[in-house]
């Protein structure tokens, strides 16, 4: 990706991270690792996967996990074919950027459950 693109996409996922942090982006759990948001226009799936990359460490090479993020845009909430997907497996430093949107979205989850479970005790 060219670093004016790059540089677009960085500025755009800061918007989404203060818009989710801010709590006007409400995302919802899919299963453990994944999450969507949806609007009237488009919906966005933020996903969380395990990989395996070799790390060089004293001269010694070691096999280790490390996770990796994969956003998707989709044109309409029904429609399957996403209109933009970003690997931060294939760029470290977008994964980085796709990993503090993620922290960001499992902080509000968090925060919003615990909220609801409150709620159900008694005063």
């Known amino acids: 990706m060219p670093n004016e693109q790059q540089a677009e996409l960085f500025s ?6 203060e ?3 801010g709590g006007k982006m409400v995302w919802v ?9 949806m609007s009237p226009r488009g919906r966005m799936v933020l996903q969380r996967l395990d990989g395996q990359r070799r790390v060089v460490r004293n001269n010694i090479t070691q096999i280790v996990t490390a996770p990796h993020y994969i956003l998707s ?6 429609v399957q074919l ?5 690997n931060g497996a294939e760029n470290e430093e977008i ?3 796709l990993e503090s949107l993620y922290n960001a979205i499992i902080s509000l989850v968090d925060k919003t ?9 008694p005063p």
């Open 12 to 17: 755009y996922i800061d918007k989404i991270v």
């Open 19 to 21: 818009s989710t942090r």
């Open 113 to 121: 459950g615990l909220d609801f479970l409150k709620s159900l005790l």
């Open 29 to 37: 759990k899919a299963n453990p690792t994944t999450f969507t948001w």
């Open 82 to 86: 996403a209109r933009l997907t970003i």
């Open 95 to 97: 994964n980085v950027k």
């Open 73 to 78: 845009a989709f044109e309409h909430p029904q």
